[in-house]
């Protein structure tokens, strides 16, 4: 079994994981993504996936596009590889 098909999203329509704008109603459709995300048993497989992937938008293992590219950055300067 795919790690995919044990995801908590599965079932939820794929629309709310790509808020438009981090304000406003797009921060409310982000945080109801995210409280699907922390109890997700495969969480950060889908977090790796989108590191691996370069994934620029959407939310990903409970996190937005900009904490991904933090956290890229962030393990950049530390000199570790991509992975979380």
Request: net charge neutral; aromatic share 8%; with cysteine.
């Amino acid at each position: 079994m795919a790690w995919s098909e044990r995801a908590a999203c599965r079932d939820e329509d794929p629309e709310l994981f790509f808020p438009v704008t981090d304000m406003g109603p797009g921060a409310q459709q982000t945080a109801r993504a995210t409280a699907i995300c922390a109890s997700c048993p495969v969480r950060a497989q889908c977090l790796q996936y989108a590191l691996d992937g370069g994934l620029d938008f959407g939310i990903f293992g409970g996190t937005s596009e900009r904490e991904r590219r933090d956290l890229v950055r962030r393990n950049r300067a530390a000199g570790q590889p991509r992975a979380a």
